[in-house]
């Protein structure tokens, strides 16, 4: 087989890069006719041509399927959760949960006692470190940061010795769930991807009630003010499965249209204009006021409601997703 995912400087997708060599040794020196679509939200018409595709895991959230989704050549073991297989007409035994939980099978990722784990982490989405000043806010609020671009092997050890996971970047939430860390989880921007949350926390039988956080730095703000102009506001006031598939679905109308690149060049270079014109320059002494604002707001989180999936559910559903790895296997 070849694997498909989003290789980059992200975490959630950087655990693809190891983690199915150690589910399945061997098998990744395909010559891509079999593909699988593997950890991330990367079931979309940008998926490679392939003689025949395996599906384990994956989830929707921002494009459509390829047209021939489903079809022959298909093999759709199982889905994140109950929304992406509405959205692509999967019956609902489809949908079981995303493929981190496969973390769960490794020795290095079995839970730590409670009297092994030490302090509150923040794992931010990795574009809110770009405009932010989240590391200050953190350290002004007592709170250890992790950096979503950092090594996936040290982010995975930091999570699972963690008292506490506060979780901008669904796979923080994701992998601190499998590896039995509380989580609790917040919204950074209006880029935060409802969908792909109630997808996944519907999976798990647990509730999404995210914190919505203050801007941490005056172009954190105004680029979140902008986020709606480009398409790419996808936190929702209604955070029903209705609401979701709802936006999902006039976000994937829009961007078939003809007008949605040229629209979205404009947008972006008048974002970066008013940036320009406003002097941003990653100082955080001049955005003190956002920090600090930031700061109390985590602080406000740390003590707030933290969740965790029944091990009951987990169990099953860990069952569930290693069949699908066995008929892989077999």
Known sequence: MKLFYFPGNNFGDNLNSWLWERLLPGAWNGDGRVMLSGIGTIISNH?????SWIVLGSGAGYLPPPKDFGGPGWNVLCVRGPLSAKVFGLPPEKAITDGAIYLSLLPECAPLPEDRRHGIVFMPHHLALRRGHWQE????????????????????????SAKLVIADAMHAAIVADTLRVPWIPVATSPQINVFKWLDWTLSMSVPYEPVVLPSSSRQEALESWFWKFRGEKHFLDERTPEAA??????????????????????VSLTYKTAALFLSFDGNPAKDQPYVEKAAEALRKVAEGKAYLSDTDVFEKKKKKIIDCLDRIRA
Do not use: N, V, Y
């Not at 598939?245 to 404009?266: G, S, V």
């Open 245 to 266: 598939i709802e936006h999902f679905r006039k976000m994937r109308w829009i961007k078939e249209r003809f007008w949605w690149i040229p629209l979205r060049k404009a």
């Open 137 to 160: 806010a953190c350290a002004m609020a007592g709170i250890e940061l992790i950096d979503p671009t950092g090594d996936s092997h040290e982010i995975l050890a930091r999570l699972r």
């Open 47 to 51: 998926m490679p041509k392939a003689k």
